[in-house]
């Protein structure tokens, strides 16, 4: 019905077509699998810096009774205190307590740091209490 030599030009042009669009596709799910593994590796980070500020906040919720013990406030020592409560195991958190006199009225000021995640999330909260 038609003459072979229409078809001539049209010869072979499959192969380089679908080889085109498996390239293509194959760029597109390279770039989608990296997005999920970035999007993934965020929410661990955030997950992690949530732990550090409810660590850093117990922290100093569970030493404000001490330092309240008594009227004026008084500063115990410093300490580290490893959290083993779940939800918060792993964070250790680092508490400084510092007094001072201010126009003749005492304050202390509780400080907590935590680090979570081998270190790579940490928060600080700081409390002044009369």
Request: aromatic share 6%; charged share 15%; glycine share 8%.
């Amino acid at each position: 019905m038609f003459p072979e030599s229409r078809y001539r030009f049209a010869q072979g042009m499959g192969l380089p077509m679908a080889l085109f669009v498996i390239v293509v596709l194959s760029l597109v799910g390279l770039a989608v699998e990296r997005s999920a593994e970035t999007d993934a590796s965020t929410h661990g980070h955030r997950i992690a810096s949530v732990q550090a500020w409810y660590a850093a906040n117990s922290g100093v919720q569970l030493w404000l009774p001490q330092v309240l013990a008594s009227s004026p406030c008084s500063c115990p020592a410093g300490d580290t205190l490893v959290m083993t409560v779940a939800g918060l195991n792993g964070c250790s958190v680092v508490r400084q307590c510092q007094a001072m006199t201010v126009a003749g009225e005492s304050y202390c000021t509780v400080s907590a740091v935590a680090r979570c995640d081998g270190g790579n999330a940490s928060r600080a909260v700081e409390v002044r209490v009369k």
